[in-house]
């Protein structure tokens, strides 16, 4: 049976063989489908398939959510350069049954190597809807991904089983140290010809700062947990006034990473910049009493402090790099990316983040071996 690679191939056959026993035996006679989140996400193509049984199948799904590779080819290739599609289906095959916080149930997935494109089939969360990050998430909700993630990251914390998932290699290793200069030299050039960045003042003014971090050759990080790599808003599903239940989705960047990556890139992109500024202190200090709360040791406050300043240079880093391979075309992509840069703006300013990267380049090296140390004597005391 042919493998649905794009919405328009789906057939009521492929459906009926790829859910199994999910239907709990029975028949899909007809689907229908919707393209949705144009916009929210950027890697990819989703739907919601909604299928009709030939006969009454209550526990059956009466949806589900497919997701296919990008229609645009530069999507897919720089997919296929940090192993996204193949990163979300080895977390869901691997790890997703346990991995600490609410996510859908995935049903099926497979994916071409050659054309670099997949599909799955997902638990459809609806009636629970995504929180929306144009407008910004409530304080609620953001207090429930605190929690969430702090429960998560304790769970997996420096985890010797996560270390050995080939699939989780820390992100950034992904693409070679020259190829990120590159295409930060040209993000420079870039946005010094367009005016990208004209009315984001203090990451225009930043990022000159920004080259030297390429010669660092930071190692993998410690301590290390699994990181969700993409904490936004629109990848956090909430209940709605018609039920639902929480749950976070597209896990295509998870892997070993920094915990505070998380909590920083939820902080500076998914709340509104007043919002945060009222919350962010209680929030970082509810994170960091959960860690403990959960068994995490020797991670003091003032250091998670200081990974958070850093971890908004490398947000700022990121979002300094030239993203034309990520579809922006639609207006609510457009408002969203402007969130993304206003957002940052802000937290760049308050946290005076000029003076810590000035200084990184030159305590790194410092930073750097100090981090060494304390892999090597946690790995000394776990062994005896």
Excluded at 17 to 33: D, K, P, S, W, Y
Excluded at 182 to 211: C, H, I, N, Q, V
Excluded at 229 to 252: K, M, T
Excluded at 260 to 285: G, H, P, Y
Aim: proline share 6%.
């Amino acid at each position: 049976m042919k493998l649905p690679l794009t919405v328009d191939e789906l057939t009521t056959e492929w459906l009926q063989a790829a859910l199994g026993g999910a239907t709990q035996g029975g028949t899909i006679e007809a689907f229908a489908r919707e393209v949705i989140g144009v916009g929210a996400g950027f890697m990819g193509q989703v739907a919601r398939v909604t299928l009709r049984y030939a006969q009454d199948s209550p526990a059956a799904p009466s949806s589900v959510i497919a997701k296919f590779a990008s229609p645009l080819p530069e999507t897919r290739e720089m997919a296929r350069d940090q192993n996204l599609y193949q990163r979300e289906i080895a977390f869901y095959r691997d790890i997703g049954h346990d991995v600490g916080v609410p996510v859908p149930t995935c049903y099926f997935s497979e994916l071409v190597e050659d054309s670099y494109r997949f599909v799955m089939l997902l638990e459809d969360l609806a009636p629970g809807v995504p929180s929306d990050q144009v407008i910004g998430t409530d304080r609620e909700t953001s207090r429930e991904v605190i929690e969430q993630f702090a429960k998560l990251h304790a769970k997996w914390w420096n985890s010797e089983q996560l270390a050995n998932l080939e699939w989780a290699r820390w992100v950034i290793q992904e693409v070679p140290i020259e190829q990120g200069l590159a295409l930060f030299r040209a993000s420079m050039e870039e946005a010094e010809a367009t005016g990208k960045f004209d009315a984001y003042p203090e990451m225009k003014r930043l990022m000159p700062l920004l080259p030297p971090l390429f010669k660092l050759d930071p190692p993998s990080p410690f301590p290390f947990t699994l990181t969700h790599g993409d904490l936004r808003s629109d990848n956090i599903i909430q209940p709605s006034a018609e039920g639902g239940r929480f749950a976070v989705i597209d896990w295509q960047l998870a892997g070993v990473g920094d915990p505070v990556n998380d909590i920083a890139r939820w902080l500076v992109q998914s709340i509104s910049i007043e919002d945060r500024r009222e919350t962010e202190q209680e929030l970082l200090k509810l994170y960091h009493a959960r860690l403990v709360e959960y068994g995490v040791t020797g991670y003091s406050y003032k250091k998670f402090i200081n990974d958070y300043k850093t971890n908004l240079i490398v947000v700022l880093l990121m979002f300094s790099m030239s993203m034309d391979a990520v579809d922006q075309s639609s207006e609510r992509a457009q408002a969203l990316f402007h969130q993304f840069y206003s957002r940052l703006d802000a937290a760049l300013v308050d946290w005076e983040i000029e003076k810590p990267l000035k200084a990184l380049p030159y305590i790194y090296p410092f930073i750097k071996a100090m981090l060494l140390l304390r892999k090597a004597f946690s790995k000394k005391t776990a062994n005896g």
